[in-house]
């Protein structure tokens, strides 16, 4: 399935009315690498969470592929991600006494069996492709880098169309950040996948097909890069 994104007219507010993002167009093509730039408290994660329908007090509308997320119940939203949407912490979110396979096999825990072994087949297919052991060693007490691989199985392992990643290298040390940007957008490239990533490590934006700035909760640059 393709799913293209066009965004109209998007608007989120704080509680108290205050405008935290204004975007009145955008369009991602399918397969589209996009990073997201911009200042703390500018509205990236916002513009992020936004994408996967998990934002509150929005309006407008958020398209992939010709479905609005801002008209779905929060059950069909719920049911949407799981489904097409694959997302990739700053701060991982994984399961310390679980190993690296069963945190990467979490998409299918609601899934029917059938669907479950599919799913822990591709996590465990992923994490070999990231050089991660996938055997009974528990996650905690795997390094910073070790764990975001296996964050990344995980939001791959139901074989998304879409990747929405939040600072996926800000806890890491720049060898380790290079390596693990250069296999995520990799990995997602010869897939066919949509990857939105948040970051602000300009490494990351150098591996990204266009770049989009937020300052202040509105789009103020879009560059296509070359090559």
Request: net charge neutral; proline share 3%; glycine share 10%.
């Amino acid at each position: 399935m393709s799913l293209d994104l066009k965004i109209d007219d998007l608007e989120v507010r704080a509680a108290s009315g205050r405008v935290l993002l204004s975007v009145p167009r955008l369009s991602v093509a399918a397969g589209m690498c996009l990073g997201v730039k911009g200042p703390s408290g500018a509205g990236k994660s916002t513009f992020l969470f936004s994408l996967a329908g998990l934002g509150a007090n929005s309006s407008g509308a958020i398209a992939w592929g010709g479905t609005d997320l801002m008209v779905l119940s929060p059950e069909a939203r719920a049911k949407f991600r799981r489904h097409h949407i694959g997302m990739v912490f700053q701060d991982f979110l994984l399961f310390e006494e679980l190993s690296a396979a069963a945190n990467a096999a979490l998409p299918g825990a609601y899934s029917r069996r059938a669907r479950q072994a599919v799913i822990a087949r591709k996590a465990g297919d992923v994490l070999d492709r990231l050089g991660i052991a996938h055997g009974g060693r528990t996650v905690e007490s795997f390094s910073g880098g070790e764990r975001q691989r296996v964050a990344i199985a995980r939001a791959l392992a139901a074989d998304p169309e879409i990747v929405l990643a939040d600072e996926p290298t800000a806890s890491l040390d720049r060898k380790t950040a290079d390596r693990l940007i250069e296999d995520l957008v990799r990995m997602v490239r010869e897939e066919g996948k949509t990857l939105i990533a948040v970051s602000h490590d300009p490494a990351v934006y150098t591996r990204m097909d266009r770049v989009i700035e937020i300052v202040d909760g509105a789009i103020v640059s879009d560059e296509v890069r070359d090559g």
